[in-house]
T-cell receptor, first 111, second 115 residues
Framework: RKEVEQDPGPFNVPEGATVAFNCTYS??????FFWYRQDCRKEPKLLMS???SGNEDGRFTAQLNRASQYISLLIRDSKLSDSATYLC????????????FGSGTKLNVKP | GAVVSQHPSWVICKSGTSVKIECRSL??????MFWYRQFPKQSLMLMAT?????????EQGVEKDKFLINHASLTLSTLTVTSAHPEDSSFYIC???????????FGQGTRLTVV
């Protein structure tokens, strides 16, 4: 079973739409959670960390559900520039060096 | 923000040759650097973790004699793919961080094609 699972998509949405991605993780010892954004053929870039209480950064909201072991990312008022692959990343308490990446969810925002 | 520079961004090599990829932290001292590999439509998979001045720790299934990692200074780590084969063709990405408390930044990645 994969450590981190994501729906690969693609999610095709019009500009201005609200879109949500979920990600599940298998290791209950997972301690830190992140969403990264990866543009085609580029390196991943940190979008936001995910805190237990949930957190918001502009149009982006991240939620963590430890009981169900899933993380979500909500994007409001989608922009064309939001088109990318969104990677869910977790880290366990056993190895702070090791990040487990999901395979990513592709988002296409259409005009 | 912090910048990690990876070079080359793409390389094509013949089967059996070796390829060296460099990863540099430009404005911070990277005590730890990580090397990942990403096949198309798959996750980034950690290959190895290296701390400056010590031997790299390889993940299970990664051949340390084939993927040589050197982290000789606080700003430079190199990955050498020795005796490359077509199945080694992939996107290799490094990341670097200053401490366990700071964010790890990624290099731009190197697309390796072995023909």
């Amino acid at each position: 079973r994969k450590e981190v699972e994501q729906d690969p998509g693609p999610f095709n949405v019009p500009e201005g739409a609200t879109v949500a991605f979920n990600c599940t993780y298998s290791n209950s010892a997972s301690q830190s959670f992140f969403w990264y954004r990866q543009d085609c053929r580029k390196e991943p870039k940190l979008l936001m960390s995910v805190y237990s209480s949930g957190n918001e950064d502009g149009r982006f909201t991240a939620q963590l559900n430890r009981a169900s072991q899933y993380i979500s990312l909500l994007i409001r008022d989608s922009k064309l520039s939001d088109s990318a692959t969104y990677l869910c990343v977790v880290r366990t308490i056993y190895n702070f060096n090791k990040f487990y990446f999901g395979s990513g969810t592709k988002l296409n925002v259409k005009p | 923000g912090a910048v990690v520079s990876q070079h080359p961004s793409w390389v094509i090599c013949k089967s059996g040759t070796s390829v060296k990829i460099e990863c540099r932290s430009l404005d911070f001292q990277a005590t730890t650097m990580f090397w990942y590999r990403q096949f198309p439509k798959q996750s980034l998979m950690l290959m190895a973790t290296s701390n400056e001045g010590s031997k790299a720790t390889y993940e299970q299934g990664v051949e340390k004699d084939k993927f040589l990692i050197n982290h000789a200074s606080l700003t430079l780590s190199t990955l050498t793919v020795t005796s490359a084969h077509p199945e080694d063709s992939s996107f290799y990405i490094c990341s670097a961080r200053e401490t366990t408390e700071t964010e790890a930044f990624f290099g731009q990645g190197t697309r390796l094609t072995v023909v």
